[in-house]
């Protein structure tokens, strides 16, 4: 930077502060890389070159969000977009577009945003960008999703993770078999079971068993929230397997086997109040934890972390079932 500064160019000092506050950005310093990046903006800006003014904009629409300063934000998307139109630059402006569209999630307005992805879909259709088509068509399955209309949001994430799978971006194709578990659940659909295999093979083929864990997570929960307890004990379950495929995740696994303890613990509930008051609940309860055990295969710190929070959920149950 002082080099740059010592000869006047303005070019240099935008590359430079342009990499160091990505860099201070991945490093999670993100008010300094904010400052910085603005640096690089006015660089720029008084070299009058767009193409570098439309990537800082870009850049310090992605920290703002990141901050959490969403209107900020949109400000520097908007400029990002208005710059990429007039340079005619298509993938640019694809990229800045969806960039928009999830700070108008963020900001519940949701038309726009839907405008937003629609446009960034096919303008990377145009030039054949699968990887700009599947960011964009998740964002619209975001906006379908918010707006209840689940059906839209499932085709939409399917797409998107077809997409990503062809272009072999893995994370994000796991990430997106995800989303589709999710939405499943929210539709109760049928062949849920076969869709969360499928995630679960996926995500072991490529090592990424702690994202698919999750994502079975958020979906048992919502069978949970909705009462559905055979659907929700069966995806905590799975979450827990897959979690603890791999020592790498044994430990991050527990959090699964907390869901998975709440669940088992409301289907005890259910048990003990539709059986005869003679049944020995102790031995009910030991029987319903033991198979769960067998069937997931647990580790054996997992078997007493589901004990220990069995027995602290036991104080939320009703009096007649504790």
């Not at 439309?54 to 310090?60: D, R």
């Not at 995630?199 to 929230?225: F, G, M």
């Not at 769960?292 to 220990?308: N, Q, S, T």
Request: one cysteine or more.
């Amino acid at each position: 930077l002082e080099i740059a500064d010592a000869l006047g160019d303005q070019e240099l000092r935008f590359h430079v502060t342009n990499d160091l506050g990505i860099a201070l950005a991945d490093a999670g310093q993100l008010e300094e890389a904010q400052r910085v990046l603005e640096d690089s903006l006015s660089a720029s800006t008084e070299m009058a070159n767009r193409v570098l003014a439309q990537q800082a904009h870009y850049n310090l629409c992605e920290i703002l969000r990141r901050r959490g300063k969403a209107r900020e934000a949109l400000s520097h998307a908007e400029s990002a977009v208005a710059l990429a139109q007039d340079l005619e630059e298509r993938t640019a402006l694809s990229e800045a577009l969806s960039n928009a569209g999830s700070i108008l999630v963020d900001l519940d307005e949701l038309e726009e945003a839907e405008r937003a992805f629609g446009q960034a879909v096919a303008l990377a259709a145009e030039i054949d960008d699968l990887a700009l088509q599947a960011r964009a068509l998740g964002g619209l399955g975001n906006v379908a999703l918010i707006s209840e209309d689940h059906h839209a949001a499932l085709d939409a994430y399917r797409h998107s993770a077809r997409l990503y799978r062809e272009r072999e971006y893995d994370e994000e194709y796991i990430s997106l078999l995800g989303a589709v578990i999710e939405t499943m659940a929210r539709l109760h659909a049928p062949d849920i079971e076969e869709q969360a295999q499928h995630l679960v093979d996926e995500s072991q083929k490529r090592e990424l068993e702690e994202s698919a864990a999750e994502s079975l997570a958020r979906a048992a929960s919502v069978y949970l929230e909705g009462d559905h307890l055979d659907e929700a004990v069966s995806l905590f379950g799975a979450s827990v397997a897959v979690g603890a495929v791999s020592t790498r995740h044994e430990t991050d696994s527990l959090y699964f086997v907390e869901g998975l303890a709440k669940a088992m613990t409301r289907v005890c509930a259910h048990l003990v109040d539709s059986s005869p008051p003679s049944t020995d609940t102790a031995e009910l309860g030991r029987d319903v934890m033991k198979n769960v055990i067998d069937v997931y295969g647990l580790p054996a710190d997992a078997v007493w972390e589901v004990y220990g929070l069995a027995l602290e959920a036991i104080d939320d149950l009703p009096t007649n079932t504790s």
